[in-house]
């Protein structure tokens, strides 16, 4: 945990840093009344302020509270390929159409995931693809009709 | 009114919509890994193409019954479904043990009901109260309130307070984004026209609640599925009745109470009527070892919180916990804004939400007790199954409010951030109650500047905004006084 409170902390003063600099040059306030960039200049300081007290209070951490963050292990990197693969499919999804892509999404990922046969999670896939699509593109009139393919 | 009341609820299509809710809540609070935001954040874009009525009403019945639905595998698998279940694992398992696990469900499922009824009754008769008061309030006394709401947010999230700030921080700073209110000017836009109206909170909402808590499923996709035991004989009995009449109604005030402070969710209710009941037992000693009392009070104070997490979100537009940050989201979609006008403009709509919340705790009860072996089969769905799925209805989700892709980036974002911080011990709740009180507070505070030309003493005005200033300064710093006392009753 120690390591990631560090990192947090780390984190959240470059985004508070970057939050003063992108809004030094917004409009200071005008006859007393706060400009654009009052709030977020607040907001930043709170966040600097926070994280020296958790940089602080991470070093003072007795050891035995110091519970590791398992980020390496193989369930953690298997959390990493979905994500990998969730962004190769939110890429796809406009070029190809959603019950192309989706379809395929879902066989790999129930394929990965559980023990069922080929057929099963292709059945499984198309029929839930299609039942979503018809739920939001009928009834709801979201437009899903997108990409080349359908 | 009364007549228009009861025609927008008693009617089919609504009834339809309420009993869909609640079926859809108990089964995704019994599920492990989906809690009840994560339900609401899920079921939310359903309702976009719905009127207002039928739309928060299928979103309260999810509410409702997914904070109930937790304590079926907390019962049985001792996994609590939902966060809020976790103290009905203390007592609710060891009956599971004895294998009396249907005799723990309808204790469970009554009290739930009763906690829930309760909430509603504390809802409709406090928030037209509050309304009326919230009617006086003006810019100084809106952001001293939403002050005093990100304070109690800060103070009360997870084991550190720091990173309580920091993602509330987050949140609030995710407000700026956009053209500012106020002057016109355009702020951390990075001349990319789809951050010119702001980010949009649903798909944050579903990337911070619904994404991340199936990348976390992941980690555990492979570890197979617990096996579940048979219920029967769930109708209580005439001892469970005593014991569930003297203890669910007191631990419903109590969950209501906490529901109403801002941030504080259902989970805390639990905990804090648990311990309620074991004070007030004269045999302390025996909860744990699965008596009636260790089911009952919990799941009427986590059901309590429900129509007081209600009670702010609808008077004054503060969400009193993550499920009514996302229920103003449902209601922005449909053009409404939470708030004293609210019930000035909109008085069927909000007397609707009241009686339909009654009805959904009436469809809780009447599911759970005739359906609950339905609910335990849900428990089988494997989630190797299930978590792509939810995948796809994030994805849709977010895309659906805008129908745009840009918005389906940024829930993904944010669930891969939501991941890391819970890796990171931070709760994500903050960051969504920052993102809604922190434009309230800043819009308010620029306005009051305005009004008064500059001068702070605007927010020492009125006696709201003192008794705001109060309560905040007590917020803040009662836990500091509270741990140098204990340390000077320990040193003497």
């Given at each position: ?150 | ?465 003192w008794i705001f200033l109060i309560l905040t300064a007590i917020t803040l710093l009662g836990p500091f006084v509270g741990a140098y006392l204990k340390k000077r009753k320990a040193q003497a």
């Amino acid at each position: 945990m120690k390591k990631a409170n560090f990192v947090v902390s780390g984190a959240f003063t470059l985004f508070a840093l970057a939050i003063i600099f992108l809004s030094r040059s917004y409009p200071p306030s005008n006859h007393g009344v706060p400009g654009p960039r009052m709030f977020p200049l607040i907001i930043a300081t709170l966040i600097i302020i926070s994280s020296v007290v958790l940089f602080i209070n991470t070093l003072r951490m007795k050891p035995e509270d110091d519970v590791p963050v398992d980020l390496t292990s193989r369930n953690v990197l298997n959390v990493y390929i979905t994500i990998a693969g969730l962004i190769v499919y939110i890429t796809l999804l406009p070029l190809l159409g959603f019950i192309t892509t989706t379809s395929i999404m879902l066989l790999l990922f129930f394929k990965w995931f559980s023990r069922y046969a080929w057929w099963k999670c292709l059945l499984i896939s198309v029929l839930f693809t299609v039942g979503i699509w018809a739920l939001f593109s009928i009834v709801l009139n979201v437009p899903m009709r997108y990409g080349v393919l359908i | 009114m009364l007549l228009s009341v009861l025609s927008s609820v008693f009617n089919l299509k609504i009834f339809f919509f309420i009993i869909l809710g609640v079926f859809t809540g108990i089964s995704i609070g019994a599920l492990p890994g989906l809690t009840a935001t994560m339900g609401v954040a899920l079921v939310l874009p359903l309702t976009f193409g719905m009127d207002a009525i039928p739309g928060i009403l299928l979103l309260i019945g999810v509410y409702v019954g997914a904070i109930y639905g937790g304590s079926i595998s907390a019962i049985l698998l001792r996994t609590p479904g939902t966060p809020a279940a976790a103290a009905t694992i203390l007592d609710g398992y060891e009956f599971s043990k004895r294998g009396e696990s249907g005799r723990a469900l309808g204790i469970s499922t009554v009290s739930s009901f009763i906690g829930g009824v309760v909430s509603v009754i504390a809802l409709w008769l406090i928030s037209p109260q509050l309304a009326k008061l919230a009617l006086r309030f003006s810019a100084p006394e809106f952001f001293l309130l939403a002050v005093f709401g990100l304070s109690i947010i800060a103070s009360i999230s997870g084991n550190s307070l720091a990173k309580g700030v920091l993602t509330g921080g987050l949140g609030i700073s995710l407000a700026f984004v956009g053209i500012d209110g106020i002057t016109g000017y355009p702020r951390f836009t990075f001349n990319n026209i789809n951050l010119l109206s702001g980010v949009s909170f649903i798909p944050v909402m579903i990337g911070l609640f619904a994404m991340s808590q199936a990348f976390t499923t992941i980690e555990t996709i492979f570890t197979p599925d617990q096996v579940t035991q048979k219920v029967s004989n769930v109708f209580p009995t005439k001892a469970d009745w005593k014991v569930i009449f003297k203890h669910a109604p007191i631990s419903g005030v109590i969950g209501t109470i906490i529901g109403i402070v801002p941030g504080a969710g259902a989970e805390i209710g639990a905990f804090v009527s648990y311990g309620q009941a074991k004070r007030m037992s004269k045999h302390p000693e025996r909860f744990g070892t699965g008596i009636p009392e260790g089911i009952a009070a919990p799941e009427a104070g986590n059901n309590g919180v429900t129509g007081g997490a209600l009670i702010p979100m609808l008077t004054m537009g503060v969400p009193g916990d993550a499920v009514a940050a996302i229920l103003i989201g449902a209601l922005t979609v449909q053009g409404l804004q939470p708030g004293p006008m609210l019930f000035a403009e909109h008085p069927v709509l909000v007397y609707s939400i009241f009686l339909g919340m009654f009805v959904a705790n009436v469809a809780m009860l009447v599911l759970g007790l005739s359906s609950l072996r339905l609910f335990v089969k849900v428990l089988s769905v494997p989630k190797s199954i299930l978590t792509p799925m939810i995948f796809v209805l994030c994805v849709v989700g977010s895309y659906a409010i805008n129908t745009s892709f840009f918005d389906v980036g940024v829930m993904l974002f944010f669930g891969v951030l939501g991941y890391f911080l819970q890796k990171a011990d931070a709760s994500v709740s903050p960051a969504v109650l920052g993102l809604i009180l922190g434009p309230m507070a800043e819009s308010n505070f620029r306005r009051a500047l305005l009004m008064s030309e500059g001068s702070y003493g605007i927010f020492l005005s009125s006696p709201i905004s003192w008794i705001f200033l109060i309560l905040t300064a007590i917020t803040l710093l009662g836990p500091f006084v509270g741990a140098y006392l204990k340390k000077r009753k320990a040193q003497a």
